[in-house]
């Protein structure tokens, strides 16, 4: 049952990772648009 917990934690943390990479680079590719 606690690894299961990790795991989840585990994949969340990427997961949000994931996406505050992706939404710098859009942020950086509408810089270079203007």
Do not use: G, H, N, P
Not at 8 to 25: M, R, V
């Amino acid at each position: 049952m606690k690894q299961k917990l990790f795991l989840i934690t585990y994949l969340l943390f990427f997961s949000c990772q994931a996406y505050t990479l992706e939404a710098e680079e859009v942020d950086l590719w509408k810089e270079d648009i203007q």
